[in-house]
T-cell receptor, first 112, second 114 residues
């Protein structure tokens, strides 16, 4: 069965600084990988997804993630944090069976 | 286009009472999901529908939870009777058919069982 581990439940960054959110997965087959963002009092929104095409995936709002099979990782980055990036971020994995397994989430705080 | 609509937004009930949640997915989305999100955790799948058929309900606690998706559009999730441990946010999501398709989530129903 697939699973996801997100390292760090809380990340605090200064405005303009690099945002790095770590995600490691386990899967018995080539996975589909996703990052979702949840703003307060809103539903989850897809940031980006990896479905076996390019290993560097670009998403919305300047985020990107790199799939590294050797490290079983799918870390999310953004070069320069904005105040509007404050939210909770979830990494998720699917083995192509429609069942998404989510990580516990990482809350991002952006300091002015 | 309209997103996934859920109601109510909040629900507070006493234990042993019944409760129901409603979801209207995005028009044309055949696949509908119900997830439960406990505080500080990621969402966990309860049930998945393809049109009106529940194709994966292995994680649904069937002794107290039930769900239906009549006519393959709207869906309701019911808990009877509710327990203290059922306090969580219940999320509905929908997607087009196809592996790797992204899910569109509603804002959820936050349930508090007292």
């Amino acid at each position: 069965a697939q699973s996801v581990t997100q390292l760090g439940s809380h990340v605090s960054v200064s405005e303009g600084a690099l945002v790095l959110l770590r995600c490691n997965y386990s899967s018995s087959v080539p996975p589909y990988l996703f990052w979702y963002v949840q703003y307060p009092n809103q539903g989850l929104q897809l940031l980006l997804k990896y479905t076996s095409a390019a290993t560097l995936v670009k998403g919305i709002n300047g985020f990107e993630a790199e799939f590294k099979k050797s490290e079983t990782s799918f870390h999310l980055t953004k070069p320069s944090a904005h105040m509007s990036d404050a939210a909770e971020y979830f990494c998720a994995v699917s083995e192509g069976d429609y069942k998404l397994s989510f990580g516990a989430g990482t809350t991002v705080t952006v300091r002015a | 286009e309209a997103g996934v609509v859920q109601s109510p937004r909040y629900k507070i009930i006493e234990k042993k009472q019944p409760v129901a949640f409603w979801c209207n997915p995005i028009s044309g989305h055949n696949t509908l999901y119900w997830y439960r999100q406990n505080l500080g955790q990621g969402p966990e799948l309860l049930i998945r529908y393809e049109n009106e058929e529940a194709v994966d309900d292995s994680q649904l606690p069937k002794d107290r939870f039930s769900a239906e998706r009549l006519k393959g559009v709207d869906s309701t999730l019911k808990i009877q009777p509710a327990e203290l441990g059922d306090s969580a946010v219940y999320l509905c999501a929908s997607s087009s058919t196809g592996l790797g398709e992204k899910l569109f989530f509603g804002s959820g129903t936050q349930l508090s069982v007292l």
